[in-house]
């Protein structure tokens, strides 16, 4: 249920650029009756950083909610699609910044993404990103 309806109003939000307050509406509805957001469940839930397999916010989703160093032992949650280098989409729903890199530890290039902005990945980090930070 709570998937469904974050995927449809991603959608709503990735088609009409307008459609961003309402989405920031949704989070704090959900937030009373939510509990803490769960680290790679493949939902990209309140404080989280979505990083997804497709452009356009593609699924599967892998979520992170901790900083994590080396993407090479994960794979996108309810698959076995590696997480690794395999990312072309982001969606930053934290109040915090995240960082991804391109290389382990956080090293290689590393860029940043604001709090709530979301956006398909560059050259750069297009099936690159091996590692993520918030900061
Ligand atoms: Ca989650
Ligand atoms: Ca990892």
């Known amino acids: 249920m709570v998937r469904t309806n974050l995927r449809r109003h991603l ?19 959900s937030a009373g009756s939510a509990s803490a957001a769960t680290h790679k469940n493949g939902v990209v839930e309140t404080g989280e950083l ?7 916010y593609g699924t599967p989703i892998f979520d992170l909610y901790f900083s994590d160093a080396d993407f090479s032992n994960d794979v996108f949650p309810g698959t076995g699609i590696r ?19 391109t290389g ?4 290689g290039s590393c860029g ?10 560059n ?13």
């Open 104 to 107: 382990y530890n956080y090293s």
């Open 50 to 56: 979505g990083l997804y397999y497709l452009a356009n």
């Open 11 to 29: 959608r709503r939000a990735v088609a009409t650029g307008a459609a961003v307050a309402a989405l920031s509406g949704i989070g704090m509805a």
């Open 123 to 135: 050259s750069t980090y297009k099936n690159t990103v091996s590692s993520a930070y918030f900061s």
């Open 83 to 101: 997480a690794d280098n395999n990312t072309e989409s982001d969606w930053n729903r934290d109040t915090y910044t995240w960082w991804v890199c």
């Open 112 to 121: 940043y993404i604001s709090p709530g902005a979301y956006g398909n990945l």
